[in-house]
């Protein structure tokens, strides 16, 4: 693959053909970084977000069909580059991404957030997966701000003595069926001012959430630090053993190295 050169410096040719594996923020801003150099790049939703944001490349939305299907996509494709900037609990996903791109032999790196740690005077409990949540919660009644996500949030109904404060991007087609709950339907970034006014409006004790890392949704661990309230975290799961960029410019730079290789 012959590597062109701007300025100085190599960057992808434009043979390249990358496969973008979205639903972040960081799958959106490496989308208008792609499409600022004219790559050709699409980018794949799973379909979770009933309104994804406008992209500035093509978009397809749902799943490939496990391992085997994605495998056969890149290759119809003719998919020079995987991209997977799935969400950090997307661990599915990710492990079919790795599979895939081995399988192909298709240069593939993952971009994700940093991962949160706790500072000064913040009061986390860490707990490893979503059923160890469920059990931490066992116990007289308390309202707990819960940010899991909609896919997870029903099985808190495990859990219903609790009255649970959620906030969803989308309004779900369903209300969640939890005996004792308030949704909140509101799209990020979010404010720590704002977050902590949504906290004590609805008296919250307690913040469960996923440990989702990132600045846009930081907002809430700042507002439980004010409020000196406990967070439960739960620990991100394994993540597969393939090369990792934490911002766009990282991911680029991977791309113009790759290309320099011949990958």
């Known amino acids: 693959m012959p590597m062109m050169v701007s300025q100085g410096r190599p960057v992808v040719s434009a043979t390249a053909n990358i496969l973008l594996l979205g639903g972040t923020t960081e799958a959106?801003?490496?989308?208008?970084?792609l499409a600022g150099?004219?790559?050709?790049?699409?980018?794949?939703?799973?379909?979770?977000?009933?309104?994804?944001?406008?992209q500035p490349v093509p978009t397809r939305i749902g799943g490939f069909g496990g391992i085997s299907g994605l495998v056969a996509y890149l290759r119809a494709e003719g998919i020079t580059h995987l991209i997977d900037a799935t969400h950090p609990f997307a661990a599915q996903m990710r492990a079919h991404a790795a599979a895939a791109a081995k399988e192909t032999g298709v240069a593939h790196i993952l971009l994700t957030r940093p991962a949160w740690t706790a500072g000064k005077g913040d009061r986390w409990e860490h707990v490893p997966d979503i059923d160890a949540a469920i059990a931490s919660l066992a116990g007289p009644p308390r309202r707990i701000m819960l940010a899991v996500g909609r896919m997870h949030a029903e099985r808190f109904a495990a859990q219903g003595q609790h009255h649970y404060l959620l906030r969803f991007v989308d309004p779900p087609e369903v209300p969640p069926a939890l005996p004792h709950h308030t949704l909140v339907v509101d799209r990020g970034p979010f404010t720590v001012d704002g977050d902590t006014r949504l906290m004590r409006e609805h008296a919250i004790d307690m913040l469960l959430c996923k440990n989702a890392g990132g600045s846009g949704a930081a907002a809430k661990l700042a507002a439980a630090r004010r409020l000196?309230?406990?967070?439960?975290?739960?620990?991100?799961?394994v993540q597969p053993d393939v090369a990792v960029a934490h911002d766009v410019a990282q991911v680029l730079a991977w791309l113009d190295h790759a290309e320099e290789r011949g990958v």
Do not use: C, E, F, N
């Not at 959106?28 to 970084?33: E, G, T, V």
């Open 228 to 237: 000196s309230l406990p967070v439960r975290m739960i620990d991100r799961p």
């Open 28 to 33: 959106s801003a490496l989308a208008r970084a």
């Open 37 to 54: 150099r004219d790559l050709a790049a699409t980018l794949s939703y799973a379909g979770r977000t009933g309104q994804p944001r406008a």
